[in-house]
C-alpha cells in the first residue's frame, strides 16, 4: 500500500477474490481513516511525508474481469501514468493474452501487477502458481517474504518496468497478506514517467522478438543475478530436532567422520523465507559450531529470471540443498538436474501451502530417499467450506439436486453446493463457464450462474449461446453482490441479456416462495427444518446414496419448481433471473 502511494501510482484496477480484496480495499478507504501500516521508528524515514498526508493523488476501482483490469492499466500505462492491477491467481489465466503481448509491444509508464496466489486454496478453486507466469510471458517476477521486501520489492518493480518497457508481476498469499512488521520507507518516486515510443512500429514483429531477447531479457537476467533482494543468510543450528539430520547422515554414510560439518543449504522464496528464518533462529545454540550442520540460507525476492549464477555458486558451496516454495516446485524444477536438490519433487515437502512442520520433516529427511511423498499438516484437518445455512437458493439447489438433467455450475456461491448433501450441480471449471459448458451437454441441461460471473465472462457464453441456437435454461442467480468475495456490487446486467435472447423469466426468492405441504401432508415454511431418518434414495445419476440425518431441508416454492421444469420442456435457450438477498450482505 505505501509503496504504490510512494511510486507515484495513478491507476489501480482490481478484480475481487481471495486473498487480494482486503488489499484492494486499503486503496479504496476513505481519506482520514487510520493508516494500516506501522513505519520503522528504529530507523530514519526517507519519505518526505507520513503516510497519512502523503496525497492521495490516483483513481481506485473495482472491475468484474482480469483483462479489462489489465487493458485499463495499459492504457495508463501508454499515456504516461503508473498503474497496479490488482488480482488474484486464477485471475491471470484471463489478464495472459494482453499481458503476453505487452512485452514485445512494449509500455510507457511503470505497470505491476500484484498476482495473490492461495497455497492451501482456502478460498480458490485450485493451487495454481502465479511465477510460472513469469516463464511463459518473459516477465519479471518478485515473491516478497515479508512487508518491508514487499515495499521494497514494488518499488524496485515501477523502476524496472520503465527500465525494460515491459510489466512486472509481483507475487503475494495469504501468508505474506497476514504477516506485520515494520518498513523503512524510501524516498517518494519523481512525478515523471515515460509515455509509449511509438518508434516500435518501425519494426516487424520478428524483429521486435529478437530486440526483446538481444536486449531487454537480459537486462532482467543481470537484475536477478546484482539486486540486493536476492541474498544469502548463513545459519548454524543444533537442537532436538536438528540434530536428527547429523544421525540420519550418519547411518546413510556408514560413519560420522566429516558428516558434521556437512553443509545444507536452503532456497527459498516467497512467504516460505520468513518461515525458513523463524525455524532456524530456533535451531541457533551457541557454541555449537563443532558438532551440528551449518545450514546457509539463499532467500529469493526475485525468482524470474532465477539468478542461475548465485544459484550455481550456492549448490557448489553446500552438500545438499532443500528448496522450500509454494506452490509448486518453480524453482526446484529449474535446479534439480544438479543432482542434490530436494523438495517437492523429492516427496520431502508436500506441494500448496508450506508449514513449519514441513519444513522440519524434511531437514529431519535431507538425503533420504522418501518412499512416500510429504503430505501438508494443512490436509490433516480436512475443513470444508459449506453453503451458508440461510441462504435463499438454498431450495433452488435441493430442487436442482432431483431433477434428472445435467447441471453446469460456476464459481461462484453454487460451487459449494456440488458436495454432498445437496449434490446439486454436477461440474465447475471457471468463474463465468456455466452457460458455455453447458452448450456443450449432449442434451438440454440447465447453466447456473451468479450475476457477478454473468458480468465476468459468462455473458460471453451466453450471446454465443444465442446466437448458435443452444438448447440450454440459465438459471441467473442474482443477489447484486459478488458473496463470495466481500459483497462487492454487481452491474444489473437483465436489460443486456433481454436484448440477446427474447426468452426471459424474473423470480423473486423472497417474495413469490410459496408455503407448500411435504410428503406427509404438513405445510413447512420454506425456512424450517426438517429432521428425518437414513435413507436410501436415488440421484441423478441413478446412484444410490444415503440421505443424512438432521440436515437442514429447504422445500422449494411450487411457482419456481413449475417454471424451471416449464423451461427445461421448451427447445432453444431460456434465461431465468432469480433474485434473491444475500443474508451477509
Known sequence: YLAALDSDVSLITGVPGYPITSLMELFLRKPGEKEPVEVSKDKPRFSRSPASEI???????WLTNEKVA???ALGASVSGRRALVLVKHVGMNLLSDPLITSITHTIGAGLVIIAGDDPGAKGSQNEQDSRWYGRIAEVAVFDPANPNMAYRALRRAYELSEETRTPVILRVTAGLEKSKGKLERLPEAPTLHPEFDRTIWKKRMVEKHQLFHSITYPLLEKEAEGTYLNEVRGRVAENTDLSKVKEKATENTGHASGREHEKIGIISSGFTSSTVEEILKKQIKPHA?????EISHLSLTLVNPLP???IKAFLKNNDKV????????FIEEQIRIAGKVYGKKTG???YGQVKSEDLEFALEHIGEEILKPAISAVLKAGDRTLICNDCPYLPLYHLLSRLDVRVAGDMGCSVLSAPEPLAAIDVSFALGSAVSVACGFGKKGIAIIGDFALAHSGILGLLNAATTGCDLLVLVLQNEVAAMTGGQTVPDLSKVVEAITPDVSFFDIDTDEERVQDKTGEVIDRTGKMTYETEKTTDRTGNDKEARNGIEYHIPSTRLSELIQAKLALPGLS??????????Y
Do not use: N
Request: proline share 10%.
Open 289 to 293: 559450531e563443532d558438532s551440528c550442520p
Open 55 to 61: 496525497p492521495r493523488d490516483y483513481s481506485a476501482r
Open 575 to 584: 434465461v431465468i433471473f432469480i433474485k434473491g438477498k444475500c443474508r451477509k
Open 322 to 329: 532443500l528448496v522450500v516454495e509454494e506452490s509448486e516446485p
Open 348 to 350: 520431502h515437502l508436500p
Open 70 to 72: 489489465l487493458e485499463i
Open 308 to 310: 542461475l549464477e548465485k
